[in-house]
C-alpha cells in the first residue's frame, strides 16, 4: 500500500534551517511528483511547492522562493524539503503529499503524517 | 493569486442531516478544484477531485459539484465520523489554494 513518511519533529531558533525528509514506499517514485504543504495552528494547508519525482523538476510558491529547496533521492524513494531563514511564524506542521494527475489537473491523494517544525529562540 | 472563500465557517449539525459547504473562487478554476477531510491532529484527506469525482474508498454519501467560480460539497445523511474540518482547493494554477476550512460540529 501507499505510504508517506515524515521525519520526526524539529525545533530551531529564529534564522536557522530545517529539512524535513519523505520517505515513501508501495509505488514507483519516479512516476509521480510530491507536494509540500504546511499548515500552521489553527490555520488552513498552504502549498509550499511541488518536486517531480522523475526529473526532480521543481515549482515553488512565490511567498518561499529563496528560503525554501525541495530535492528528492531516487535511490531510497524519499523526498525532502529545506526551508532556511526561519521566523517564528514558520512553526507549522509540515506534511508532504502524493500528486496524482488525472482528468486534466492535480490533487493530493495520499500524505504523510506531517512534521511539527517548532521555530522559538 | 486565486482566493478560495468557503462558507459557513462552522456548522452544527446531526447524525442523518444532510449539509452543504459552498466555496467560492476568486475567479474561474474550471473544474479544477478538490475537497479534503481532515480531523485533528491527522493529515487531510482527500474526498473529491476535479470538483465531482469520488476518490477512491470515500463513501457515496459525499458529493461534489461545480464548475468555473461556485462548487459546493454535500454530505447527504451525517455520520458521526463525518465530524471534522473540510477545505477546498483549487490546483487550476499555482500557488494552488486551500479556502480557509468549515468546521463541522455536532
Not at chain 1, 529539512?19 to 488552513?44: E, M
Not at chain 1, 509540515?94 to 517544525?117: E, I, P
Given at each position: 500500500?501507499?505510504?508517506?513518511?515524515?521525519?520526526g519533529?524539529e525545533?530551531r531558533?529564529?534564522?536557522a534551517?530545517?529539512?524535513?525528509?519523505?520517505?515513501?514506499?508501495g509505488?514507483?517514485?519516479?512516476?509521480?511528483?510530491?507536494?509540500?504543504?504546511?499548515?500552521?495552528?489553527?490555520?488552513?494547508?498552504e502549498w509550499m511547492?511541488w518536486?517531480s519525482g522523475?526529473n526532480?523538476?521543481?515549482?515553488y510558491?512565490e511567498?518561499?522562493q529563496?528560503?525554501?529547496?525541495?530535492?528528492?533521492?531516487?535511490?531510497?524513494s524519499t523526498a525532502y524539503?529545506e526551508?532556511?531563514?526561519?521566523r517564528?511564524?514558520?512553526?507549522?506542521?509540515?506534511y508532504?503529499?502524493?500528486?496524482?494527475y488525472?482528468?486534466g489537473?492535480?490533487?493530493?491523494d495520499?500524505?504523510g503524517?506531517g512534521?511539527?517544525?517548532?521555530?522559538?529562540? | 493569486?486565486?482566493?478560495m472563500t468557503?462558507?459557513p465557517?462552522?456548522?452544527?449539525?446531526?447524525?442523518?442531516d444532510?449539509?452543504t459547504?459552498?466555496c467560492?473562487a476568486?475567479?474561474?478554476v474550471?473544474t479544477?478544484?478538490n475537497?479534503y477531510?481532515?480531523?485533528?491532529r491527522?493529515?487531510?484527506?482527500?474526498?473529491?477531485?476535479?470538483?465531482?469525482?469520488?476518490?477512491?474508498?470515500?463513501?457515496?454519501?459525499?458529493?461534489?459539484?461545480?464548475?468555473g467560480?461556485?462548487?459546493?460539497?454535500?454530505?447527504?445523511?451525517?455520520q458521526?465520523e463525518?465530524?471534522?474540518t473540510?477545505y477546498?482547493?483549487?490546483?487550476?494554477s499555482?500557488?494552488?489554494?486551500?479556502?480557509?476550512?468549515t468546521?463541522?460540529?455536532?
Amino acid at each position: 500500500q501507499v505510504q508517506l513518511v515524515n521525519s520526526g519533529p524539529e525545533v530551531r531558533k529564529p534564522g536557522a534551517s530545517v529539512k524535513v525528509s519523505c520517505k515513501t514506499s508501495g509505488y514507483t517514485f519516479t512516476r509521480y511528483g510530491i507536494t509540500w504543504v504546511r499548515q500552521a495552528p489553527g490555520q488552513g494547508p498552504e502549498w509550499m511547492g511541488w518536486i517531480s519525482g522523475y526529473n526532480a523538476n521543481t515549482k515553488y510558491a512565490e511567498k518561499f522562493q529563496g528560503r525554501v529547496s525541495m530535492t528528492t533521492d531516487t535511490s531510497t524513494s524519499t523526498a525532502y524539503m529545506e526551508l532556511t531563514s526561519l521566523r517564528s511564524d514558520d512553526t507549522a506542521i509540515y506534511y508532504c503529499a502524493r500528486d496524482y494527475y488525472t482528468s486534466g489537473t492535480y490533487h493530493f491523494d495520499y500524505w504523510g503524517q506531517g512534521t511539527l517544525v517548532t521555530v522559538s529562540s | 493569486d486565486i482566493q478560495m472563500t468557503q462558507s459557513p465557517s462552522s456548522l452544527s449539525a446531526s447524525v442523518g442531516d444532510r449539509i452543504t459547504i459552498t466555496c467560492r473562487a476568486s475567479q474561474s478554476v474550471r473544474t479544477y478544484l478538490n475537497w479534503y477531510q481532515q480531523k485533528p491532529r491527522k493529515a487531510p484527506q482527500l474526498l473529491i477531485y476535479a470538483a465531482s469525482n469520488l476518490q477512491s474508498g470515500v463513501p457515496s454519501r459525499f458529493s461534489g459539484s461545480g464548475s468555473g467560480t461556485d462548487f459546493t460539497l454535500t454530505i447527504s445523511s451525517l455520520q458521526p465520523e463525518d465530524f471534522a474540518t473540510y477545505y477546498c482547493q483549487q490546483s487550476s494554477s499555482t500557488p494552488y489554494t486551500f479556502g480557509q476550512g468549515t468546521k463541522l460540529e455536532i
